[in-house]
């Protein structure tokens, strides 16, 4: 059972104690309180865990503090969807909506290599009005001599540079979570030119020590990466472990399942679970068509597999695009096989929106079958 307390709800309001009070005297019953910070107000959450099924729904919205009682399934408590659960959807940062109707470009490196190529991508980012990129810094690997990306020594100039070019948000792995203290450290040194969602790679969704530390800061928004090779439904668990632990600002990122099937692309691509995501979450969703498709082979149409790839997550809904582009694939360290061109990056983004504006005049065909 969830309750909703009345917006701006004081700890210390007597409101508050009273119902705290009947509360904490329901038999078998714990309480788990969830702050969620919205643009004009703070909304309490309240979760009662344990058997819930003998309390009175009724008897709870007449406490004093309780807005609104839900019954909520054991899955996915917080960023789950409920029924006749209005909660909203997503949230705001850097002055930019993240939600399930909102869509974001974030093209860039797969890793960031030097300040000539990071800059060149930057200054196209601006020229083609992109506010977002994807920088990895900290690069999980398969082998252990492979390059494992610059880490915390590149932070502040691809921070200054973000900046300069009017970049206000980077996706940013992370694998450790001393690199959340690195990357506050450097954003803190140079005077927070930019926004960091801090992204959970497809080998990391079942960390749950590095899941907790992310989702104890509140300070950056997490991205998390589908697992490859595990079911979606225990990926969104992996999501909903940020959430428990305080940062419900997630989105969740489709990027293909491990799969000799999936050839002659590097992963089967998964784009038709987007609205499955979003029936079952609140979250926005988010597709990787670069580490999925993971090739720059053309179909005999002229179009791009990764291209063709992206239109698919897009007309389905897909509210954030993960994608890799390099000044010079050649030079990349990382993933040069599968970049995009900086020359391809006016044609991209076109192509999307063509792939968007079909969306909406579906949305709009089925608008009365809408919930
Ligand atoms: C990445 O986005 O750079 C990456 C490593 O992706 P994934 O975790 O999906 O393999
Ligand atoms: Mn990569």
Same mark, same amino acid.
């Given at each position: 059972?969830?309750?909703?307390?009345?917006?701006?709800?004081?700890?210390?309001?007597?409101?508050?104690?009273?119902? /705290?009070?009947?509360?904490?005297?329901?038999?078998g019953i714990k309480i788990k309180?969830?702050?969620?910070?919205?643009?004009?107000?703070?909304?309490?959450?309240?979760y009662l865990i344990g058997?819930?099924?003998?309390?009175?729904?009724?008897?709870?919205?007449?406490?004093?503090?309780?807005?609104?009682?839900?019954?909520?399934?054991?899955?996915?408590?917080?960023?789950?969807?409920?029924?006749?659960?209005?909660?909203?959807?997503?949230?705001?940062?850097?002055?930019?909506?993240?939600?399930?109707?909102?869509?974001?470009?974030?093209?860039?490196?797969?890793?960031?290599?030097? &300040?000539?190529?990071?800059?060149?991508?930057?200054?196209?980012?601006?020229?083609?009005?992109?506010?977002?990129?994807?920088?990895?810094?900290?690069?999980?690997?398969?082998?252990?001599?492979?390059?494992?990306?610059?880490?915390?020594?590149? /932070?502040?100039?691809?921070?200054?540079?973000?900046?300069?070019?009017?970049?206000?948000?980077?996706?940013?792995?992370?694998?450790?979570?001393?690199?959340?203290?690195?990357?506050?450290?450097?954003?803190?040194?140079?005077?927070? &030119?930019?926004?960091?969602?801090?992204?959970?790679?497809?080998?990391?969704?079942?960390?749950?020590?590095?899941?907790?530390?992310?989702?104890?800061?509140?300070?950056?928004?997490?991205? /998390?990466?589908?697992?490859?090779?595990?079911?979606?439904?225990?990926?969104?668990?992996?999501?909903?472990?940020?959430?428990?632990?305080?940062?419900?600002?997630?989105?969740?990122?489709?990027?293909?399942?491990?799969?000799?099937?999936?050839? &002659?692309?590097?992963?089967?691509?998964?784009?038709?679970?987007?609205?499955?995501?979003?029936?079952?979450?609140?979250?926005?969703?988010?597709?990787?068509?670069?580490?999925?498709?993971?090739?720059?082979?053309?179909?005999?149409?002229?179009? /791009?597999?990764?291209?063709?790839?992206?239109?698919?997550?897009?007309?389905?809904?897909?509210?954030?695009?993960?994608?890799?582009?390099?000044?010079?694939?050649?030079?990349?360290?990382?993933?040069?096989?599968?970049?995009?061109?900086?020359?391809?990056?006016?044609?991209?983004?076109?192509?999307?929106?063509?792939?968007?504006?079909?969306?909406?005049?579906?949305?709009?065909?089925?608008?009365?079958?809408?919930?």
């Open positions: 059972m969830l309750l909703i307390l009345h917006p701006d709800t004081e700890d210390t309001s007597e409101a508050y104690r009273i119902t /705290l009070d009947f509360l904490q005297k329901l038999p309180k969830h702050l969620v910070q919205g643009q004009e107000q703070a909304l309490t959450e309240i058997n819930t099924s003998a309390l009175d729904k009724s008897e709870l919205e007449a406490l004093p503090a309780v807005e609104r009682a839900i019954k909520i399934s054991e899955d996915y408590r917080v960023l789950g969807r409920h029924r006749d659960d209005k909660r909203i959807s997503g949230f705001e940062y850097q002055g930019l909506r993240f939600d399930q109707e909102t869509l974001h470009v974030f093209a860039g490196l797969c890793a960031v290599d030097n &300040p000539k190529n990071v800059e060149a991508m930057m200054a196209a980012l601006r020229d083609n009005g992109q506010q977002c990129t994807r920088m990895g810094a900290y690069k999980p690997r398969t082998s252990p001599y492979a390059f494992q990306g610059h880490g915390a020594s590149c /932070l502040p100039w691809v921070f200054e540079l973000a900046g300069k070019y009017g970049i206000k948000v980077i996706a940013m792995e992370v694998t450790h979570e001393n690199h959340i203290r690195d990357i506050d450290e450097a954003l803190e040194k140079t005077g927070n &030119p930019t926004g960091v969602i801090l992204q959970i790679g497809t080998r990391n969704t079942q960390n749950f020590e590095l899941l907790k530390a992310i989702g104890k800061q509140t300070r950056h928004p997490a991205l /998390l990466k589908r697992g490859y090779g595990i079911n979606l439904s225990e990926s969104l668990n992996a999501a909903e472990y940020l959430a428990s632990e305080g940062n419900d600002r997630v989105i969740f990122c489709l990027r293909g399942m491990k799969s000799d099937y999936g050839a &002659p692309h590097r992963n089967m691509v998964d784009f038709a679970q987007i609205p499955a995501v979003k029936r079952l979450t609140r979250m926005p969703v988010c597709i990787d068509p670069s580490h999925s498709v993971g090739t720059r082979e053309r179909a005999p149409d002229g179009v /791009l597999d990764l291209l063709h790839a992206t239109s698919q997550g897009v007309i389905a809904g897909a509210n954030m695009i993960l994608v890799d582009f390099h000044p010079n694939p050649k030079e990349a360290l990382v993933d040069g096989p599968q970049a995009l061109l900086l020359s391809e990056l006016d044609r991209f983004l076109k192509d999307v929106d063509i792939a968007r504006q079909a969306y909406i005049a579906r949305k709009n065909l089925w608008a009365d079958a809408a919930q």
